[in-house]
């Protein structure tokens, strides 16, 4: 907090307020999303014709044809909302940082990593969504044929954990930031956390594993 | 025989033109129920005269003694160095103007926080002072008392990631002193009068949940619970104001609005 002398007086408005509740209900929003796309593509892994079927209802009721640019705005109005929080100086960043090794904090860590995985996802998520909502339909063979080139294999051993990482911390953070989870649920909440860390990068990485050993014909 | 206590301790006179940053180390052998305060006391009086820190009441209620003990914030007095290994490295606190070595200026910091959250109770009656004061609900002047035990040490602010960042973050110390007038019945300001003063990023808003408040408090506070109520409770004052509809919805109704100081109640 300034201790400085006031030098004018800020116009009280509702600006924060609209735009924290925007931030929260954008990633909210976004969390049920990857849960849902988890359900799609792990649906692989019990066979490529159930994945097929999925992704023909999202492409028969326009979902993927609409639905995909919208949750790219989405995914780009949150991160700008969400960049209101993140260090960007180097001033900034050199602080959080040393305050982060300072304190050996789970929860400031937590934090470090939500940001850092937030700029890896905004650019590599932006690269999967561009080929993807540019190679309509989706169908577990393009999938599989393009996750079996090892660039995009590397590329997506990174984002699935970065993604994960994100989005369950985020979600976690959330029900903190407003109230949900009390100092008296927080040790559960912690670990319902990382529980569902755990569940959705297992499964993510089996589906991995079976694009990568799904015949191509 | 105790331990052989390592102390690193933070050196920095800002008055001595010749003084530079720089960790000293002192040993100490380690007695019997030995806390910090005694510590450092013992380092200054047999070692070192010219090492600076606070204290005052040496029982965890002046809040003067707070410092960066092994990379967490927290008081002197409380802190007992069988709890710490061997090596004890002391800091001051950030955030603060440093006086010298360990000794750190909170009081400019809380009266400023003090003017901007307006601390006191704004009413617009007239008080007799020869009357007996209005009574108040047991429940209400607990709930009051509990988030009045805040000492102003300074340890929330040292160990909150947004106030090291951005200098304009009023921190759990200044919310806290809000939540505390929201519940004093004394207190006629109403939601939008709170909203005015901390409806901003440099308020409620700039929270990020790092809870470093939580976990270092060394009087236990609710600081979570209060953070995470006053942000709904401001979150859905800014709607009313925009959906005036909405202003006749009683947030206690909801069961979001219920003060919850020390936890589910």
Known sequence: ?217 | MGRKLQFEIFRFNPQDPLSVPRMQTYFLEETDKMTLYIALNRLREEQDPSLIFDFCCRAGICGACAMVINGRPGLACQTQTKDQPAKIILHPLPVFKLIGDLSVDTGVWFREMYNKTESWIHTNKVIDPHQQEERMENEVAEQIYELERCIECGCCIAACGTARMRDDFMGAAALNRIARFMVDPRDERSEDDFFEVIGTDAGIFGCMGLLGCEDVCPKQLPLQNQLGYLRRKMGITAVKQLVPALGKIKLDKLKIGKFIPGGDK
Not at chain 1, 13 to 42: E, K, P
Not at chain 1, 155 to 160: D, G, H, N, V
Not at chain 1, 164 to 179: A, D, N, Q
Not at chain 1, 185 to 214: D, H, M, N, S, V
């Open chain 1, 1 to 217: 907090m300034a201790v400085n002398a006031t030098m004018h007086v800020a116009r009280p408005g509702r600006r924060d307020a609209c735009l924290d509740w925007l931030q929260m209900l954008s990633g909210a929003s976004l969390v049920l999303f990857m849960w849902c796309h988890m359900i799609l593509v792990s649906s692989v892994i019990i066979s490529p014709k159930v994945m097929d079927a999925i992704a023909w209802f999202f492409e028969a009721t326009y979902m993927a044809q609409l639905g995909g640019p919208v949750i790219g705005i989405v995914f780009l109005f949150h991160f700008i909302l969400a960049a209101r929080k993140i260090p960007f100086t180097s001033y900034e960043q050199k602080t959080i940082w040393e305050h982060a090794k300072m304190m050996m904090h789970r929860d400031t860590w937590l934090w470090v990593v939500q940001a850092v995985t937030a700029m890896i996802v905004l650019i590599m998520g932006g690269i999967h969504m561009w080929v993807v909502l540019n190679d309509l339909p989706i169908t577990a063979m393009k999938s599989a044929a393009r996750m079996q080139q090892t660039g995009w294999t590397i590329f997506y051993l990174i984002l699935l954990p970065m993604v994960e990482l994100h989005v369950s911390i985020g979600f976690y953070r959330i029900l903190v930031k407003w109230g949900v989870i009390s100092n008296k649920t927080r040790p559960l909440a912690k670990r319902g956390e990382y529980l569902l860390l755990a569940t959705f990068l297992f499964i993510g990485f089996l589906t991995i594993i079976r694009f990568l050993t799904l015949a191509i014909h």
